[in-house]
């Protein structure tokens, strides 16, 4: 079924319910108007026929003109004999028998229907007659212009209507709006006080099911953060182990290849880590402060520089300016200290890694670029995702650092853009700060 606006929908059905109430209206004052209108009608026609019958009436016969339109004020009057049978014939034919009783009668005539009112007397019979379609058309003047009116405003009023149910509908808008605004990992609960007690139910419904889905993330986050937790001791142990059998017997491929699957997943477990705690600082406020891009960058570089010396890759930073910017301390780790651990990473040995920090109008600029094979610009949006790893590459990766980066960058508001290094050829990085 296609989808449907209820505001819309709400609207037309009113505005067709306005008209059909306007035509009852019509219709309903037609007809009170047509009682009222018999009732004052006959009150004067029987009143006209005792007038005359107290003055000595004398026979007479009505005139009527069939192209000429009577009004309600025309009355027609006859007066015929009993003996004489002359009088009792009409060129319309709107004279009835003779009655016992006075009263009102109805009769039909190849002219139309005509309303009488009889008042019989001893030797003569006196009618006064009117044409029925003179109290209709009457009746059906009022009641239009009764309806005039009501049609003139119907717009106007369907136009005050139609803004006051897009008034009251506006808290449908600003609940999709507080929802389009939420970020993925914000499962905080909706505020039932700003919306009518008509959402109540849905808003409890919505939050109830932040509720689960929050307690889920946390069991994951924290079966995750456990298990990399409890690897790292044994894994820790492990690798000292075959250290010391590397010692004693130092040209073991076996032992060789098993000192750097060892390492590889001591790597994976610290990027386990890492992710877990991005995740759960999620879920936790963290005040921002005030952080020097420069302090940081020094700091990561001096935890990762025994990384590059081991593959001989000259690793350095130019520092064009002094710069700060506001966020959580650890996000900025994890971005600076993940990017440049990959670019050590994908960079061959006797390689060069330039770590730049510079302003770009409003924004701060940390740039990574080394002189790697570089990355297809096909697979940048996919190199950001959990456990992506490049095919055919050289080295052997846990696919999360991007990932981490790209979580972290989010966090601070910035922006992660990848492309080919100009000056190295290999992968460029630029994460872009706003500067507040």
């Known amino acids: 079924m296609q989808s449907y606006s209820l505001q819309k929908r709400l ?13 009852v209206l019509v219709f309903a004052a037609y007809r009170i108007a047509l009682e009222e209108m018999n009732e004052i009608l006959d009150a004067q026609m029987q009143s006209l026929a005792e007038r005359i019958a107290a003055n000595h009436p004398e026979p007479t016969q009505s005139q009527i003109d069939l192209n000429q339109r009577y009004s309600e004020e025309d009355l027609f009057v006859d007066i015929w004999s009993y003996d004489d049978a002359t009088t009792q014939l009409h060129p319309q034919d709107v004279l009835l028998q003779p ?6 009668y109805n009769h039909q005539t ?17 009618q006064i007659s009117q044409q029925n379609s003179v109290r209709q058309y009457l009746a059906l003047e009022l009641a239009a212009n009764m309806f005039i009116p009501y049609a003139i405003f119907l717009p106007f009023a369907l136009l005050a209507l139609g803004w006051l149910i897009r008034h009251n509908f506006q ?20 505020h039932m006080l ?39 001791t044994p894994l820790t142990a492990l690798n000292l182990q075959v250290q010391i059998l590397l010692q004693q017997f130092p040209h073991s491929d076996a032992l060789n290849n098993l000192s750097q699957g060892v390492l ?3 790597h994976l477990v610290n990027q386990l880590l890492s992710l877990a705690k991005q995740d759960a600082s ?66 061959p040995k006797q390689g060069v890694i330039n770590v730049t920090i510079f302003q770009q109008e409003q924004h701060a600029i940390l740039q990574i670029e080394d002189s790697g094979a570089g990355i297809d610009p096909a697979l940048f949006n996919q190199i950001r995702q959990r456990f992506y790893r490049i095919h055919n590459h050289a080295e052997i990766g846990s696919g999360l ?3 981490i980066v790209d979580k972290a960058t989010q966090r601070l508001g910035a922006s992660l853009e990848f492309s080919k290094s100009a000056s190295l050829g290999g992968l460029c990085v630029q994460v872009k700060f706003p500067m507040r």
């Open 171 to 190: 808290p449908l808008n600003n609940f999709k709006s507080e929802l389009a605004r939420r970020k993925a990992q914000d499962l905080s609960p909706i």
């Open 401 to 403: 650092g991007l990932s």
């Open 194 to 232: 700003d919306y009518p007690v008509e959402l109540a139910p849905t808003i409890q419904e919505m939050n109830q099911l932040f509720t689960r889905i929050s307690a889920a993330q946390q069991e994951q986050r924290q079966f995750v953060a456990d298990a990399a937790h409890e690897l790292r």
């Open 264 to 266: 590889r997943l001591q």
């Open 110 to 126: 190849e002219v139309g229907l005509w309303h009488t009112y009889i008042l019989p007397q001893e030797t003569l019979q006196i």
């Open 282 to 347: 999620d879920s936790l406020i963290e005040s921002d402060q005030a952080l020097s891009l420069n302090q940081m960058t020094i700091a990561c570089v001096e935890q990762l520089i025994q990384l590059a010396l081991q593959k001989d890759i000259d690793l350095g930073v130019e520092q064009r300016q002094e710069l700060n910017i506001h966020g959580q301390s650890s996000a900025l780790h994890s971005i600076i200290y993940n990017l440049i651990d990959n670019a050590i990473k994908y960079t």
């Open 99 to 104: 009655v016992e009783k006075p009263g009102f």
């Open 11 to 23: 609207i037309v059905y009113v505005s067709i319910f306005s008209v059909m109430l306007g035509c």
